[in-house]
């Protein structure tokens, strides 16, 4: 997700009466007020994140290093938060029943317990259809079968349930997370820049009285 914060022809041009007594440049007003609020907005939408996601895919941490600011400058006074990481497996939000044993002992490669769990906090659910298995890389994801579809190692076989390829189950990755209506509030943003317009016109006007 790229999100960024700039300031709207009216706040400008209040900034630009209010300066023209002033030393310092409309410009680096705008410049500091743009930068707080990207800092901090980048901070509320981590930590609302955490807040609705479960597990350690959720952690504030973690959600705080898939992110970065491009900071706005005196000729260009728009800052960018933008959030990245790959689509997650489901097994880095909240799962239990996900343990199975070598894949490289008889039997050992599968779960026989159903896995459950969610990626928003509340109850955990168990997954439809779904187990757990430990591939010979030692990954272990939650999967299901396709109907109708055959493995590689199967293919010109009659079909089987057994043969059928397995698909993961997979979740939101940071740009989904932080999109979602239980994240992302653009009023938010909005009064926050706000706020920080005014903050910094306070300090500059006042220093210079």
């Known amino acids: 997700m790229i999100l960024k914060v700039?300031?709207?022809?009216?706040?400008?041009?209040?900034?630009?009466?209010?300066?023209?007594?002033?030393?310092?440049?409309?410009?680096?007003?705008?410049?500091?007020?743009?930068n707080n609020t990207a800092r901090k907005a980048?901070?509320?939408?981590?930590?609302?994140?955490?807040?609705?996601?479960?597990?350690?895919?959720?952690?504030?941490?973690?959600?705080?290093?898939?992110?970065?600011?491009i900071k706005a400058t005196t000729a260009s006074p728009e800052a960018t938060v933008t959030f990245k990481s790959p689509v997650h497996d489901i097994g880095d939000f909240h799962v239990s029943g996900m343990k199975v044993a070598s894949p490289f002992t008889s039997g050992g490669r599968y779960s026989s317990r159903r896995p459950k769990g969610n990626v928003l906090k509340g109850n955990a659910k168990k997954f439809s259809n779904?187990?757990?298995?430990?591939f010979k890389s030692g990954h272990v994801a939650v999967v299901s079968r396709v109907p109708g579809t055959n493995a590689r190692?199967?293919?010109?076989?009659?079909?089987?349930?057994?043969?059928?390829?397995?698909?993961?189950?997979i979740s939101p990755?940071?740009?989904?997370m932080i999109g979602s209506e239980k994240v992302y509030n653009a009023d938010e943003i909005a009064q926050i820049l706000d706020g920080e317009v005014k903050n910094v016109m306070q300090q500059v006007l006042g220093g210079n009285r």
């Open 173 to 176: 990755s940071y740009l989904k």
């Open 42 to 69: 980048q901070k509320l939408l981590v930590r609302k994140a955490a807040c609705a996601y479960a597990g350690k895919a959720a952690k504030p941490g973690t959600i705080q290093g898939a992110s970065a600011i």
């Open 6 to 34: 700039e300031i709207h022809k009216k706040a400008f041009d209040s900034v630009i009466r209010a300066m023209r007594d002033v030393e310092q440049s409309e410009e680096r007003v705008l410049k500091t007020a743009v």
């Open 153 to 169: 190692k199967y293919q010109g076989k009659p079909q089987k349930p057994h043969y059928e390829k397995l698909r993961k189950w």
């Open 130 to 134: 779904a187990f757990a298995v430990r």
